[in-house]
Nanobody
Framework: QVHLVESGGGSVQPGGSLRLSCVAS????????MAWFRQAPGSEREGVAY????????LSSASVMGRFTISQDLAQNTVYLQMNYLRPEDTATYYC?????????????????????????WGLGIQVNVSS
Protein backbone atom coordinates (compact mmCIF):
# COMPACT_ATOMS: atom_id res chain seq x y z
CA GLN A 1 0.00 0.00 0.00
CA VAL A 2 1.13 3.49 -0.85
CA HIS A 3 -0.42 6.52 0.80
CA LEU A 4 -0.24 9.83 -1.09
CA VAL A 5 -0.79 13.34 0.26
CA GLU A 6 -0.84 16.42 -1.96
CA SER A 7 -0.09 19.99 -0.90
CA GLY A 8 0.70 23.38 -2.43
CA GLY A 9 -2.55 24.24 -4.16
CA GLY A 10 -4.34 27.55 -3.96
CA SER A 11 -5.42 30.56 -5.97
CA VAL A 12 -3.22 32.44 -8.40
CA GLN A 13 -3.63 35.01 -11.16
CA PRO A 14 -3.13 34.09 -14.81
CA GLY A 15 0.55 33.95 -15.64
CA GLY A 16 1.47 33.00 -12.11
CA SER A 17 3.13 29.87 -10.73
CA LEU A 18 2.44 27.19 -8.16
CA ARG A 19 4.33 24.10 -7.04
CA LEU A 20 2.39 21.06 -5.96
CA SER A 21 3.96 18.40 -3.75
CA CYS A 22 3.00 14.76 -3.30
CA VAL A 23 4.50 12.85 -0.39
CA ALA A 24 4.37 9.07 -0.52
CA SER A 25 4.36 6.87 2.58
CA UNK A 26 3.72 3.25 3.36
CA UNK A 27 5.40 0.73 1.07
CA UNK A 28 7.86 3.04 -0.68
CA UNK A 29 10.64 0.51 -1.09
CA UNK A 30 9.76 -0.42 -4.67
CA UNK A 31 10.07 1.68 -7.82
CA UNK A 32 6.91 3.46 -8.76
CA UNK A 33 5.29 5.07 -11.75
CA MET A 34 4.04 8.43 -10.52
CA ALA A 35 1.64 10.84 -12.17
CA TRP A 36 -0.32 14.01 -11.73
CA PHE A 37 -3.88 14.08 -13.02
CA ARG A 38 -6.40 16.89 -12.93
CA GLN A 39 -10.14 17.15 -13.13
CA ALA A 40 -12.18 20.25 -13.79
CA PRO A 41 -15.93 20.36 -12.98
CA GLY A 42 -17.89 18.50 -15.63
CA SER A 43 -14.76 17.12 -17.27
CA GLU A 44 -12.95 13.80 -17.34
CA ARG A 45 -9.86 13.30 -15.21
CA GLU A 46 -6.88 13.86 -17.48
CA GLY A 47 -3.22 12.98 -17.11
CA VAL A 48 -0.85 15.92 -16.79
CA ALA A 49 2.63 14.54 -16.11
CA TYR A 50 4.40 11.25 -15.48
CA UNK A 51 7.62 10.17 -13.77
CA UNK A 52 9.39 6.92 -13.03
CA UNK A 53 11.02 6.98 -9.59
CA UNK A 54 13.87 4.83 -10.87
CA UNK A 55 14.85 7.62 -13.24
CA UNK A 56 14.91 8.12 -17.00
CA UNK A 57 11.28 9.08 -17.53
CA UNK A 58 9.69 12.48 -17.05
CA LEU A 59 6.85 13.44 -19.36
CA SER A 60 4.28 16.19 -19.55
CA SER A 61 1.08 15.98 -21.56
CA ALA A 62 0.66 18.09 -24.67
CA SER A 63 -1.75 20.47 -22.96
CA VAL A 64 0.84 21.58 -20.39
CA MET A 65 4.16 20.91 -22.14
CA GLY A 66 6.56 23.79 -21.72
CA ARG A 67 4.66 25.11 -18.69
CA PHE A 68 4.45 22.22 -16.20
CA THR A 69 7.40 20.12 -15.02
CA ILE A 70 7.34 17.00 -12.90
CA SER A 71 10.29 16.14 -10.68
CA GLN A 72 11.13 14.21 -7.55
CA ASP A 73 13.13 14.16 -4.34
CA LEU A 74 13.67 10.44 -3.93
CA ALA A 75 15.11 10.76 -0.44
CA GLN A 76 11.94 12.53 0.68
CA ASN A 77 9.61 10.25 -1.31
CA THR A 78 8.17 13.40 -2.81
CA VAL A 79 7.07 14.20 -6.35
CA TYR A 80 6.55 17.79 -7.44
CA LEU A 81 4.59 19.51 -10.16
CA GLN A 82 5.98 22.93 -10.99
CA MET A 83 3.29 24.89 -12.80
CA ASN A 84 4.29 28.09 -14.59
CA TYR A 85 2.38 30.50 -16.84
CA LEU A 86 -0.88 29.29 -15.38
CA ARG A 87 -4.08 29.86 -17.34
CA PRO A 88 -7.72 29.95 -16.24
CA GLU A 89 -8.24 26.62 -18.01
CA ASP A 90 -5.72 25.05 -15.63
CA THR A 91 -8.27 25.47 -12.84
CA ALA A 92 -9.01 21.99 -11.51
CA THR A 93 -8.55 19.56 -8.69
CA TYR A 94 -5.10 18.02 -9.04
CA TYR A 95 -4.46 14.45 -7.99
CA CYS A 96 -1.25 12.57 -7.33
CA UNK A 97 -1.31 8.93 -8.43
CA UNK A 98 1.02 5.95 -8.16
CA UNK A 99 1.39 2.57 -9.79
CA UNK A 100 3.56 0.35 -7.60
CA UNK A 101 5.60 -1.65 -8.11
CA UNK A 102 6.56 -0.66 -11.62
CA UNK A 103 9.51 -0.59 -13.99
CA UNK A 104 10.72 1.79 -16.66
CA UNK A 105 9.15 -0.05 -19.59
CA UNK A 106 5.78 -0.40 -17.94
CA UNK A 107 5.78 3.22 -16.80
CA UNK A 108 6.57 4.35 -20.36
CA UNK A 109 3.55 2.44 -21.67
CA UNK A 110 1.37 3.76 -18.88
CA UNK A 111 2.43 7.33 -19.67
CA UNK A 112 1.54 6.76 -23.34
CA UNK A 113 -1.92 5.47 -22.45
CA UNK A 114 -2.67 8.33 -20.02
CA UNK A 115 -5.34 6.15 -18.46
CA UNK A 116 -6.31 6.71 -14.84
CA UNK A 117 -7.21 3.02 -14.55
CA UNK A 118 -3.50 2.17 -14.68
CA UNK A 119 -2.94 3.76 -11.28
CA UNK A 120 -3.98 2.00 -8.10
CA UNK A 121 -3.06 4.58 -5.49
CA TRP A 122 -4.45 8.09 -5.33
CA GLY A 123 -4.25 11.15 -3.13
CA LEU A 124 -7.38 13.01 -2.10
CA GLY A 125 -6.68 15.87 -4.49
CA ILE A 126 -5.92 19.53 -4.07
CA GLN A 127 -7.60 22.55 -5.62
CA VAL A 128 -5.89 24.97 -8.00
CA ASN A 129 -7.77 28.11 -9.05
CA VAL A 130 -6.47 30.45 -11.72
CA SER A 131 -8.41 33.67 -12.13
CA SER A 132 -7.97 37.40 -12.20
Amino acid sequence: QVHLVESGGGSVQPGGSLRLSCVASGDTSSRRCMAWFRQAPGSEREGVAYLYTGGGLRLSSASVMGRFTISQDLAQNTVYLQMNYLRPEDTATYYCAARAPSDFGECSKVADRENRADFGFWGLGIQVNVSS
